[in-house]
């Protein structure tokens, strides 16, 4: 008993000794024990921010011995990729990882550890501590394994390089701050891995190839050689459809150009292999062979699409065994064909619409519940399932306040043996990520492990972002949390048109208070006062957003056709009062105002639509690229069914220039070889452009007569010096929807 006692002194007097706490002072050592971990990249963000930290550089040493105190990162294959494993060990702080990025996100734990945070990208949006010194408690210990393999977004529209070029795909600072969060990839498209790949290398993220991609394949020049690999469409084989996929000779060459293309891409796992965006299926007799019963009847084609992924996929692996093939769950090829095969080198990304405020497992939302077994089938069939769902690309600027509700569906994802998780989002200096910073930190933290306390995160964002004025944010933040947990219904974003059920007018009261003592508190700090300022800007679109939602709900009336004698001049139209043409993603009107205008005459339908753009200047500038697309630039895209029962309806849309597309549509499939023979006008003006557009009744198959009510959509896409901007009426806008189209009345 008196030996026990007196070992037990000594452990204490050692303990007292070194204290409870190891400081590694201003200047700290950090040492790469292994140099193949000493990457170029990990070395400048540890010099980076223990400067910024400390106001000191580092003493930073590759493969040598260090005196104490220091940090020294490790590697330890054991762990396994993307793992970490901390903890103090004497007087040196050992980081591990069981790979390069492994070790570099020990790294960013530690620093995290001592309050770094990267918010959301950009400089500006991180928290870093000034400290005197760096210290550790000495019982700190700390190790993470990712949930999912694969963590990653794919960042559309143009970005920044780190020189400052503009970059399409691709942002310098959003990848910085992806990997800071533990995320590992970035989806590309197979043609872009030459000039991507040193971008993300340089960031430590790696490539891996999702998306439409028949057309990398096989190109225009290949169809006047082998008009037969292109889609059979209404009897003539067509170089803008899909492939003839059943063409066993189209099947060998494609074989061969994938292996070759593997070989000489070694950095790239995962290679695309995807149908083209849009429909256009090869009709020949042995691709409608590929399809089961079930597709015929619902006009889809899933069977077809997952076999002929299948074969490419194992012939692949014959030549490649490393090399996996993704292909998507998407349009009318989402399910998984019940006929093919289990192939372990592919890989599906489910393209996923679904109810965000409900969790993936809740059995009482029917949009779950599809997908949660889509899921399960899909991992019946394939070696990798990819979950790529759209949480930044609609919903405009409106609060995403679904942090626990994608928690647990991403803990159900991790149960359901899901390899990965996508989502296509901008650039992080857009309006758009800047609305939703926390959830989209959230997300990126949650993918890597999806047991994270979400109000203990919360809580430390606004703690950290707002200063002073966390409080009343956080206040703010819960508003919205609850309003979306209350919510009976399901949706897949918030948008305008539920905004008078989801907030009540307390709620409008509780979060205008909210913001308000914000912005009090924060009066002195600029820094701060800019980041409130985001919540005031979005408090604002709420409030506008919800009285619009009301007045757009009021608009979707019958919209009057007036009837006319002869062809109508410009001088009817713009003196006539005109149906607002609402923004889709909170329907505030566009500024300058958009509106439309119905009339007819025995002959014709007549529509005129005013088009405010807010920089007519810039938009000349486009006017080449506008003439080789009726998409591109600024451009009206209306919808028309005369007979809604039918099925029917046609498709007209035209740019500022001029160019124009039409076509005669049914369900899932349209004639785009239909000419409705337009009459088009148009002229620029001070406020944008307008445009009247004349349809003969013959073209579009039926007569009106006074009292007849026909169904359409009146939209309009808007891109002048940012991203484009989509809206319509009705409620925002219709896209080949009969259900969802407004009404037309003749008079």
């Known amino acids: 008993m008196k030996i026990f006692s007196i070992y037990a002194a000594l452990i204490c007097t050692v303990v007292n000794l070194m204290g409870t706490e190891i400081n590694l002072g201003s200047k700290v050592r950090v040492n790469f024990a292994d140099k193949e971990i000493a990457d170029k990249f990990t070395v400048a963000e540890a010099a980076r921010h223990f400067h910024a930290v400390t106001g000191h550089d580092p003493v930073i040493s590759i493969g040598e011995k260090t005196s104490s105190p220091a940090l020294e990162l490790r590697l330890d294959k054991t762990l396994g990729p993307d793992a970490f494993a901390s903890e103090v060990s004497g007087d040196k702080i050992i980081l591990r990882g069981g790979n390069i990025r492994g070790v570099y996100y020990a790294l960013i734990d530690f620093l995290e550890m001592i309050g770094c945070r990267w918010f959301a990208p950009g400089e500006n949006n991180a928290v870093i501590p000034r400290l005197k010194t760096i210290t550790a408690?000495?019982?700190?210990?700390s190790s993470g394994t990712p949930a999912f393999r694969w963590r990653g977004f794919h960042i559309c529209g143009t970005g920044m390089t780190r020189d400052g070029r503009q970059y399409p795909h691709f942002d310098y600072d959003?990848?910085?701050?992806?990997?800071?969060?533990?995320?590992?990839?970035?989806?590309?498209?197979?043609?872009?891995?030459?000039?991507?790949?040193?971008?993300?290398?340089?960031?430590?993220?790696?490539?891996?190839?999702?998306?439409?991609?028949?057309?990398d394949w096989f190109k225009h020049q290949d169809f006047a050689a082998h008009p037969?690999?292109?889609?059979?469409?209404?009897?003539?084989?067509?170089?803008?459809?899909?492939?003839?996929?059943?063409?066993?000779?189209?099947?060998?060459?494609?074989?061969?150009?994938?292996?070759?293309?593997?070989?000489?891409?070694?950095?790239?796992?995962?290679?695309?292999?995807?149908?083209?965006?849009?429909?256009?299926?090869?009709?020949?007799?042995?691709?409608?062979?590929?399809?089961?019963?079930?597709?015929?009847?619902?006009?889809?084609?899933?069977?077809?699409?997952?076999?002929?992924?299948?074969?490419?996929?194992?012939?692949?692996?014959?030549?490649?065994?490393?090399?996996?093939?993704?292909?998507?769950?998407?349009?009318?090829?989402?399910k998984a064909g019940k006929q093919a095969p289990y192939e372990k080198n592919l890989a599906v990304s489910i393209c996923v619409t679904r109810a965000q405020n409900r969790p993936l497992n809740d059995p009482q939302s029917p949009s779950n519940r599809t997908f949660h077994q889509r899921v399960k089938n899909w991992r019946e069939k394939a070696g990798n399932v990819i979950w790529s769902e759209y949480i930044l690309s609609y919903g405009g600027t409106f609060p995403r306040p679904y942090a626990n509700q994608m928690r647990q569906t991403l803990q159900e994802l991790r149960k359901l043996g899901v390899t990965g998780f996508k989502s296509e989002v901008v650039p992080g200096r857009y309006d758009r990520w800047q609305s939703a910073i926390f959830y989209m930190y959230f997300v990126a933290r949650a993918l890597y492990d999806v047991n994270l306390n979400t109000d203990k995160l919360l809580k430390d964002f606004c703690d950290k972002f707002y200063g002073p004025a966390a409080p009343f944010a956080y206040q703010y933040y819960l508003i919205n949390r609850n309003a979306v947990a209350r919510y009976s219904g399901d949706f897949f974003d918030i948008r305008a048109e539920i905004l008078p059920d989801l907030y009540s007018a307390k709620d409008i009261t509780a979060m205008s208070k909210a913001v308000g003592q914000a912005e009090k508190a924060v009066v002195n700090e600029p820094e701060k006062k800019a980041r409130i300022g985001l919540l005031r800007r979005q408090l604002d679109e709420i409030i506008n957003g919800r009285q619009a939602g009301i007045d757009a709900g009021q608009e979707a009336g019958p919209v009057d056709v007036t009837k006319l004698k002869e062809r109508p001049e410009w001088s009817f139209f713009t003196d006539r009062k005109l149906i607002p043409i609402r923004n889709r993603s909170n329907f505030l009107q566009f500024n300058p105002a958009s509106g439309f205008a119905l009339a007819w005459t025995d002959k014709d339908l007549w529509l005129y639509v005013r088009c405010g753009e807010p920089s007519p200047e810039m938009l000349l500038k486009q006017r080449e690229q506008a003439l080789k697309s009726p998409f591109a630039s600024s451009n009206i895209d209306c919808f028309i069914s005369p007979r809604p029962e039918s099925g029917e309806y046609y498709q007209l849309a035209v740019n500022f220039a001029g160019s124009f597309y039409d076509s005669k549509c049914k369900g899932r499939s349209w004639d785009s070889n239909f000419d409705l023979i337009p009459d088009i006008r148009i002229r620029m003006r001070d406020f944008g452009w307008e445009i009247i557009v004349g349809i003969p009744f013959e073209r579009l198959g039926s007569l009106p007569r006074t009292g007849t009510q026909w169904r359409a959509a009146i939209n309009r896409g808007r891109k002048c010096d940012g991203p484009k901007q989509l809206g319509g009426w009705p409620n925002g806008g219709s896209w080949h929807k009969i259900k969802t189209m407004g009404v037309l009345k003749f008079k």
């Open 137 to 141: 408690d000495r019982s700190w210990r």
């Open 174 to 215: 959003t990848a910085l701050w992806m990997v800071r969060n533990k995320m590992n990839f970035k989806p590309i498209h197979n043609q872009q891995y030459d000039e991507v790949n040193p971008l993300l290398n340089e960031v430590l993220l790696s490539p891996l190839a999702f998306g439409h991609s028949y057309h």
């Open 228 to 334: 037969e690999y292109f889609a059979l469409i209404n009897g003539k084989r067509n170089r803008d459809g899909q492939l003839c996929v059943s063409n066993m000779a189209m099947r060998r060459k494609l074989v061969e150009r994938i292996v070759d293309f593997a070989r000489r891409h070694p950095g790239l796992p995962v290679i695309s292999l995807a149908p083209n965006d849009g429909y256009r299926w090869c009709e020949c007799a042995s691709c409608v062979a590929l399809d089961s019963p079930e597709d015929r009847q619902e006009k889809e084609i899933n069977n077809r699409n997952h076999s002929f992924a299948v074969h490419i996929a194992a012939e692949v692996r014959k030549e490649r065994p490393e090399t996996v093939i993704s292909t998507i769950s998407y349009c009318n090829y989402q």
